[in-house]
């Protein structure tokens, strides 16, 4: 209502926002419990940028202190953000319950992403808590996940763990929190995806996402690199062991049909989102292929919508994929004005400048889910 009647920020020329952050993505932990082949974290990828904002220099938990002055701060804003709890294992925080609490308590909405691995042991404090929304991340039926997560059983802990989220909801007569699974295309996956629907159709999740890569290759670094250092310069990172030559591309898109056909012909399909939609041969050969041309939009605007406050209460524009590009710390100066601090307005004003993206954000979930 309020972007309706005072105009959308991204349009004013200054950089200043008058609306609130739509979201605050909090980094509570700096450490994972399982070692993906795919993640910059599972592999110990040290010089990437996904690395660097998620991990840092020190391994540590976010105090329920800084959290606290982080909750203060946020209900300021009006309307107040939502609180996403994303990195970088929420659930290994020894004081996750706590946390979810002192979210609820200021009635903020309050969004976990989780790979699943704790969820049968917390099931019933996280729905008793009040969680509003749980998206399990997942790569593929149980014997595909179990690989590339490099853990035995983990699959089944997931799936044990979204049973006992659906049994804790229905004995307290509750429809939070909201279930989605959160399924990102690989080399290993990507031909696996009616085979996983159908193993987790009877937990009945909300919604499914099936994601295409989010990636930057030698060569976009290398490009943007030309024009871009200091805290904008990359590398290459989110490919792990992958070769993206080696994906047989015209399977992939049989199988993008097959998912949607089949999911379609349930009785009570969930939703389904695939980001991008693409599933042509001729749209997956630019996306997987040529990566430096972008798919769907031009304009990133995320530094305009939320921003993402690590463990030690350091402030980026963006969330764990984007630049390490600091403009702020929350233990000294308020979220207000690091909202629209000179070091904020310099990145806006950085996108605005080029068109709205930077070359190494090509392939990045900021713009490929975009309409153009």
């Known amino acids: 209502m309020l972007r309706g009647v005072l105009g959308d920020d991204y349009a004013r020329r200054e950089g200043q926002c008058r609306l ?15 070692h993906c082949r795919m993640c910059d974290v599972g592999l110990g990828a040290s010089d990437t940028v996904f690395y660097a904002n998620l991990i840092g220099d020190q391994p540590q938990n976010m105090s329920l202190d800084l959290l606290n002055t982080i909750l203060d701060q946020a209900t300021l804003f ?40 704790l969820l049968p042991r917390l099931a019933g404090g996280l729905v008793a ?18 690989r590339v997560r490099r853990c035995d059983g983990s699959f089944r802990r997931l799936y044990e763990g979204v049973e006992k989220l659906n049994e804790a909801k229905s004995k307290a007569n509750r429809q939070t929190p909201v279930v989605q699974f959160s399924y990102t295309l690989t080399d290993e996956n990507y031909t696996d995806m009616v085979n996983f629907v159908k193993q987790v159709a009877p937990l009945q999740p ?14 976009m670094a290398h490009v943007h690199n030309a024009t871009y250092q200091g805290d904008l ?13 080696g994906i047989a591309l015209e399977d992939m898109g049989q199988a993008l049909h097959e998912l949607k056909a089949y999911v379609g012909s349930l009785a009570k399909p969930p939703r389904l989102t695939i980001v991008p939609d693409l599933s042509d041969l001729p749209e997956l050969e630019v996306f997987y292929r040529k990566p430096l041309t972008f798919i769907g939009s031009r304009r990133c605007t995320d530094p305009w919508r939320l921003m993402m406050i690590k463990t030690d209460g350091g402030v980026i524009p963006a969330h764990g ?52």
């Open 129 to 146: 808590c009040g969680v509003d929304h749980i998206t399990v991340s997942v790569d593929g039926s149980e014997a595909v996940h179990d």
């Open 233 to 245: 310069r990359v590398v290459r990172s989110n490919l792990g062991e992958m070769d993206l030559g």
């Open 78 to 117: 009006r309307p107040a953000p939502r609180i996403g709890l994303s990195y970088t294992e929420p659930l290994i925080h020894a004081r996750i319950l706590d946390f979810c609490e002192a979210i609820a308590r200021r009635r903020l909405f309050v969004s976990i992403t989780t790979n699943g691995y």
């Open 321 to 372: 994929r984007c630049f390490n590009f600091p403009v702020g710390r929350v233990t000294e100066r308020p979220l207000k004005e690091i909202w629209n601090s000179d070091r904020y307005l310099e990145l806006r004003g950085i996108l605005k400048s080029a068109g709205g993206t930077l070359p190494a954000c090509s392939r990045c979930c900021g713009v490929i889910g975009k309409p153009r």
């Open 206 to 219: 909300d919604r499914l996402i099936f994601s295409h890569l989010n990636f930057i290759t030698a060569q």
């Open 20 to 34: 609130a952050p739509e979201w605050l993505i909090l980094c509570i932990n700096n450490f994972c419990n399982l």
